[in-house]
């Protein structure tokens, strides 16, 4: 469904001259990186909704979202795979979060948030094995990690330390936990 979709609206603007036909691959792969992306964040969205916690899932998806984008880390073999497998981590990152959230200390989360940032910083960037990076990218996607993640670990240290953003500052810490074990399966899979 995404790579017909991609490559029909791909062809339509190569039909209409909007683009030329040299450039078809590039715009292919970029409208199915587009389509997957903006269905696996509307689906997470409605789940998220449904269960109840739409603000927490947003957050969680800002914050997992733009990391992932220039961290890298494990990827499917296919769009499907790819669906299936982070709808899977995402309902199992709600349950478990369900479970465990009030029971444990804000300075184990904490701690926790700060190992994965720095192996998400010593792991960050990996390449897409249909985009690989410059050595010039590696380091700008690098320092662009390192700034999202310490943003997000201070932003999640605020949030704990008050009972009306808890929940919030730990669906944040998942989505860092998260990323770190895709870097991990990342380096696993290469």
Not at 21 to 28: A, L, N, P, S, T
Not at 119 to 135: D, F, M
Request: proline share 2%; hydrophobic share 45%; glycine share 4%.
């Amino acid at each position: 469904m995404v790579k017909l979709s991609a490559q029909n609206i791909t062809s339509f603007l190569i039909y209409n001259n909007e683009i030329k036909e040299d450039e078809r691959d590039v715009y292919q792969y970029g409208f199915e990186t587009l389509i997957a992306s903006t269905l696996y964040f509307i689906t997470v969205l409605c789940l998220g909704n449904i269960f109840d916690k739409f603000i927490h899932t947003l957050l969680f998806m800002l914050c997992y979202c733009p990391i992932r984008q220039f961290s890298g880390g494990y990827h499917a073999d296919s769009y499907r795979e790819c669906f299936m497998t982070f709808i899977s981590l995402y309902l199992i990152n709600v349950c478990t979060l369900n479970i465990f959230m009030h029971k444990i200390p804000n300075i184990v989360v904490i701690s926790i948030v700060l190992l994965c940032a720095i192996g998400i910083a010593k792991l960050s960037p990996q390449e897409h094995r249909n985009n690989p990076l410059s050595t010039k990218e590696k380091e700008k996607y690098k320092q662009i990690v390192k700034r999202l993640v310490i943003f997000y670990t201070i932003l999640i240290t605020l949030l704990l330390t008050n009972n009306n953003t808890y929940e919030y500052g730990f669906y944040i810490a998942s989505a860092i936990y998260l990323i770190f074990i895709m870097l991990i399966l990342g380096k696993y899979k290469n």
